[in-house]
């Protein structure tokens, strides 16, 4: 199986024409927030949330503007964990990071102003019922949050997690797990499903935030830079703890295949009829180089 | 006329209130959230929100929650400000800069999570007809992203405004004056008036943020640093284009007091049966010392 490139390329197109405000002497500011935006990227997030609605029997384009939400917040995410204050990396999605190209301050203000200009384009762009909409957005800011994406970088970078797997899993449910679970479940806010669906769905959304970052860990030490698009081995290099540094490789592998499994499980629940999309893009996490 | 003390002793007691989050380990983080956010000042913004209520027959407790965010966003933006890479600045408030407290990663993750969980205490608490709400939380992303707060702030720091007063004017509308006059419009999207009263009220906000940048720009010259709770001549030593520096103390001080006269004029259009609580900020803000 691939990976559901027909979706991503629908969210590419509509990423480059997404609009954040015409005026001339802001020019360098938005140049700085594509620059980041448009880089070459999976959109695993987007592609989720148009996977999510295909998987609810909805047509993907319906929640386009959501799904783009996600990307530009993850944007935002990216951008600032590679402050020098934080990570202090060089090099993301095979390019100068934005600090690099257009200084500390610009990149800085660029993610503040991506999430800003996320929200803003939900509530101008994303139809649906406002009560559903609201909702959806208090996934996003529950997720972006300190129960979030937010204090899970603060976990990180302030190496706070308790030692064992339990802290390790804890950090990255936070850093990476909510908002790829918000991407499943704010368009579940959106078309609502039976509370059985709606549990397992979840489940799944859950249990694929903590695949993919297993998966990064390992990438980590076994991929190449040309693969990764970001040096290797940069986890160990800033002596981050990581699956792979807790575990050994062998058994961080063996965690990948039993979260694959049960990620699997809990979409079979979910969508009994099927959810090819979504199925696609758990076994891309899973078995995906770069 | 003194300042609706009342209404920041209603915002002061709500904001201690305000929880974040409960676990244990990341304390360190809504500590520093925290410290900023109630760090001693005159809440201008959530008490301007309150003051929109009661001038359209409202109590101002049916806004609180949006109130205390404009406060959390806010304070997001003083803490971004003040980063080593923006205005590099070590006291504010009265109190050490968020980042000199507690390193610059907490604090930039600091600011992330207040924009956030400002969100996240307007979807959750903030009560209303959810379309309503949606335009509110509309005009908060609006007025801080790229044609916004952001964007002001872009300009400050890159020096882009154009030369004259019209490009000051401009820089200080979107970096202040977005954030004030959605302070009174996002209480207006919840309680809508009639079309020329919300007219006038958008006016009567506008101006209201030029108003206070000026005064700002003069106290910045005339202050003392035990009153502004930061260093007098600031502006000048980071070699900031001010209304002092483009026009002369003198200048500046008759432009206070024309636009001080603009702001007056506009309430009482939009409030012909009067609006006390917003008369006193707006001589508050004309007439402060710090």
Known sequence: ??????????????????QFAHDGDLAGLTEAMRYSLLAPGKRIRPVLALATALAVGHDPREVMPLAAALELI????????DLPAMDDDDLRRGRATCHVEFGENVAILAGDALYAEA??????HQGGDPA????????????TGVDGMVGGQYLDVKELAPAGPDGLRRLHALKTGRLI???VQCVLELFPA???????????????????QIVDDILDVTGTDAALGKPSGSDARHG?????????????RELATA?????????????????????????????RTS
Do not use: N
Not at 1 to 17: C, F, K, S
Not at 194 to 212: D, K, N, Q, Y
């Open 181 to 183: 679970a918000a991407s």
């Open 132 to 143: 559903d909409l609201l909702a959806a957005i208090g996934r996003l800011a529950a997720a």
């Open 119 to 124: 929200l803003r384009h939900i509530v101008v």
């Open 259 to 287: 979260s694959h499994e049960a990620a699997q499980a809990a979409l079979h629940g979910a969508a009994p009829a099927g959810a090819p999309e979504l199925e696609q893009i758990t076994d891309f996490i899973y078995t």
């Open 240 to 252: 981050k703890r990581t699956y792979v540094s807790e575990h050994g490789l062998e058994r961080a």
């Open 1 to 18: 199986m691939g990976y559901p490139d027909h979706l991503r390329t629908q969210v590419d197109i509509y990423l480059a024409d997404v």
């Open 194 to 212: 039976g509370e059985p669906e709606t549990i397992m769905f979840g489940r799944f959304a859950s249990e694929l935030g903590v695949l993919f």
């Open 74 to 81: 993850h944007t935002y995410s990216l951008i600032h964990d």
